[in-house]
């Protein structure tokens, strides 16, 4: 089995100062890690993700993510948060046995002017 | 680029009545899969198909049904429609045999309402 908790409902923070949004996961066997955003009435767009390797992921619009194997955490990161960055923030992770996204509830991330 | 299509973007059905909400993949992948996501919910993962052949099952109850046809496209018929049956339904794709390591890229959605 397994599963993605995010912790925090919400997250709010001020433009141009850093931002986190905390996700942590149990699996069995090798995690494979996913950032999603999803903006209102509208799909989830895919921001990165964490195979193997560097622990340090980059991925699209700033966003980076650091893996954890001894915490098990998978952090959503950026060094200045834009109002646009507003949306809901979703953690997702798959193994190899899977072959299907199991996501957290979600983090709605509000940046404030 | 091109993105995963689904249509109809909205939908809106009777109790008890037959629903059919199509997915069209990026072009070259061969992976379907479809999610249900109800209200203030994350997404589920119902049902998957690679090659045309289902691939993996999650969550998807009897009454519905699902297949990928010969150009990828892919259906999802639901029966006997329920109030909780409301949801927001996403379709991903994936290319090169649905391995766990693909990013699945998601589709619009099809928003259904069930009165």
């Known amino acids: 089995a397994q599963s993605v908790a995010q912790p925090e409902d919400q997250v709010n923070v001020a433009e141009g100062n850093p931002l986190t949004v905390k996700c942590t996961y149990s699996?069995?066997?090798?995690?494979?890690l996913f950032w999603y955003v999803q903006y209102p009435n509208r799909g989830l767009q895919f921001l990165l993700k964490?195979?193997?390797?560097?622990?340090l992921v980059k991925g699209s619009y700033g966003f980076e993510a650091e893996f954890n194997k001894s915490q098990t955490s998978f952090h959503l990161k950026k060094p200045s948060a834009l109002v646009s960055d507003s949306a809901l923030y979703f953690c997702?992770?798959?193994?190899?046995?899977?072959?299907?996204?199991?996501f957290g509830s979600g983090t709605q991330l509000t940046v404030l002017p | 680029a091109a993105g995963v299509i689904q249509s109809p973007r909205h939908l809106i059905k009777e109790k008890r009545e037959t629903a059919t909400l199509k997915c069209y993949p990026i072009?070259?992948?061969?992976?379907v899969y479809w999610y249900q996501q109800g209200p203030g919910q994350d997404p589920q993962f119902l049902i998957s198909?690679?090659?045309?052949?289902?691939?993996d099952k999650g969550s998807i109850p009897d009454r519905f049904s699902a297949q990928q046809f010969s150009d990828y496209h892919s259906e999802l018929n639901m029966s006997s429609l329920e109030l909780g049956d409301s949801a927001l339904y996403f379709c991903?794709?994936?290319?090169?045999?649905?391995?766990?390591?693909?990013?699945?890229?998601f589709g619009p959605g099809t928003r259904l309402t069930v009165l």
């Open positions: 198909f690679y090659e045309k052949m289902q691939s």
């Open positions: 699996v069995s066997g090798n995690p494979y």
């Open positions: 072009p070259r992948h061969d992976t």
């Open positions: 997702a992770v798959d193994s190899g046995s899977a072959r299907q996204l199991t």
């Open positions: 991903a794709s994936s290319q090169t045999s649905g391995r766990a390591t693909d990013t699945q890229y």
């Open positions: 964490y195979i193997t390797g560097d622990n």
